[in-house]
């Protein structure tokens, strides 16, 4: 018999999250897990068009997953993070005047 692993699946918007726990035969990919755990159909997304990643980690679809694995899949940011730090702090300094 084929040995398993135990993995999770997470993706989360600002409103809600999908957390699956699923348990695939060993040798699955991030492929594999995204389609196994149906968040396309429940979160109603296209996961081919986000990224993905292993605990925070980015990673391709073809990587092999280990037992106790999370897959993320991340949306694309809304903003740029330098751009938007660089707003608050321009904010902060008129605020201040």
């Known amino acids: 018999m084929p040995e398993r692993i135990t993995i999770e ?3 989360a918007e600002p409103s809600r999250q999908f957390l ?3 348990e695939l035969e060993a040798g699955a990919t991030i492929a594999d897990a995204i389609e196994a755990s149906g968040v ?3 979160c109603a997304i296209d996961p081919a068009a986000l990224a993905s990643g292993i605990w925070s980690k980015p990673a391709p679809r073809a990587a092999v997953l280990a037992d106790g694995d999370r ?3 991340y949306r694309p940011l809304k903003a740029d993070p330098k751009e938007a730090r660089r707003r608050r702090a321009e904010s902060a300094r008129v605020t201040r005047r």
């Open 40 to 42: 396309g159909a429940a």
């Open 20 to 22: 699956r726990r699923l």
């Open 9 to 11: 699946v997470a993706y």
């Open 71 to 73: 897959v993320e899949l």
